[in-house]
């Protein structure tokens, strides 16, 4: 993965847009959070391989970055996106990763199914 | 230590018998005890991915499987089994399908120990749900066929509750081992034993007890 290069994805996620495309959409602060610091509250989500069909989507910002994709009856939405990689498999992983290298949030499209 | 006929190793992560317990696992084969590590999940869901990043969400599975195998191999571990679970899921799996899979492994190996999380003092709901299922496997056995079974319990409220360690296993003689164990899970471990050089120059002890000594609770049945 390297920096968000914004036209780059802006370019593949615009590639996946009226298709069925499958999603993983996660937000983590890690599980031992709350073990570290007993005062911090603890809570995180994800979903893998929801399949969806997204009328547009766009990413917006500055760095880091927010993406939503407009779903016929509904949105996905990010925000803390900081990297990106299209892979060989032509997927794209968007990373939101802390100062110190930690995944925050990802949010992932590809046009097969997540293994 | 007590020579074991076979241990069995039941843990959630790659990287879960690093820290606490891989010294054991080396003194066990260098007694000649065969060792089978059973590791549920590759850890799919870490967040460790470097900034900049060496990973990706779906690369980073290959790469801990590959660094387990790894560590198994700085071991000596033989017999290394990944059930193939994901991440954060352990404790959403099916309660007595779970339970089946441990007791086939106890049937199987027939081990004289087990390792694995003391319940209610681990921390990760992985850790958790694994401990739980090796004690349900276990209970199933009549008390005086039961294999020992040791646990690692380290959440803030452990000694408070649990009491001092009964068994403390002082892995010096295999310190090498252990380490090179744990910097094979380069991914996970590798800013922390960045930290290590300047501790172990200076020989701080808190720093060579924490590896040195490892400690196991005996799960205390209820019958
Ligand atoms: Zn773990």
Redesign the interface.
């Known amino acids: 993965?390297?920096a968000i290069d914004r036209a780059e994805v802006q370019q593949k996620i615009n590639s996946f847009a009226e298709a069925d495309v499958y999603l993983?959409l996660?937000t983590?602060n890690?599980?031992?959070a709350t073990?570290n610091d007993?005062s911090f509250f603890s809570a995180g989500a994800?979903i893998r391989n929801a399949l969806i069909r997204y009328e547009h989507g766009k990413i917006v910002g500055d760095g880091p970055f927010r993406v939503g994709l407009k779903l016929e009856i509904g949105w996905v939405y990010g925000e803390g996106l900081t990297?990106f990689?299209i892979?060989d498999q032509g997927?794209l992983?968007l990373?939101g990763?802390?100062?110190?290298?930690?995944?925050?949030v990802?949010l992932?499209i590809s046009p097969s199914p997540?293994e | 230590m007590e020579k074991e006929r076979h241990v069995l190793v039941i843990f959630p992560h790659p990287d879960d018998e690093a820290f606490g317990v891989s010294g054991t696992i080396a003194l066990n084969i260098e007694n000649g005890t065969p060792v089978t590590y059973a590791c549920l999940t590759l850890g799919e869901?870490g967040?460790?991915?470097?900034?900049?990043?060496f990973?990706?969400?779906?690369?980073l599975p290959k790469i801990r499987r590959q660094e387990l195998v790894d560590a198994a191999n700085a071991l000596g571990i033989q017999d290394l089994r990944m059930l193939g679970l994901r991440d954060?899921t352990v404790e959403f799996e099916d309660d007595e399908e779970l339970t089946g899979k441990i007791s086939a492994f106890i049937d199987e190996l027939n081990p004289s120990l087990i390792i694995t999380f003391y319940p209610g003092y681990s921390?990760?709901?992985?850790h958790e749900a694994t401990g739980r299922a090796v004690v349900r496997a276990v209970e199933r056995i009549a008390p005086e066929e039961r294999p020992k079974l040791h646990c690692v319990a380290f959440?803030?409220n452990s000694l408070a509750e649990l009491g001092e360690p009964e068994i403390i296993n002082d892995v010096t003689a295999v310190e090498d081992k252990k380490i090179a164990a744990i910097k094979a899970h380069r991914s996970q471990t590798e800013?922390m034993v960045a930290t290590w050089a300047e501790k172990m120059q200076s020989q701080d002890p808190a720093m060579l007890t924490w590896i040195r000594k490892e400690r196991f609770w005996p799960y205390k049945w209820k019958r």
């Open positions: 993965m390297k993983h996660e983590t890690g599980a031992y073990h007993e994800y990297h990689e892979d997927r992983l990373a990763l802390d100062f110190t290298g930690k995944l925050a990802a992932q997540f | 869901m967040r460790n991915l470097g900034n900049p990043p990973a990706t969400r779906e690369s954060k921390v990760h709901p992985d959440s803030n800013s």
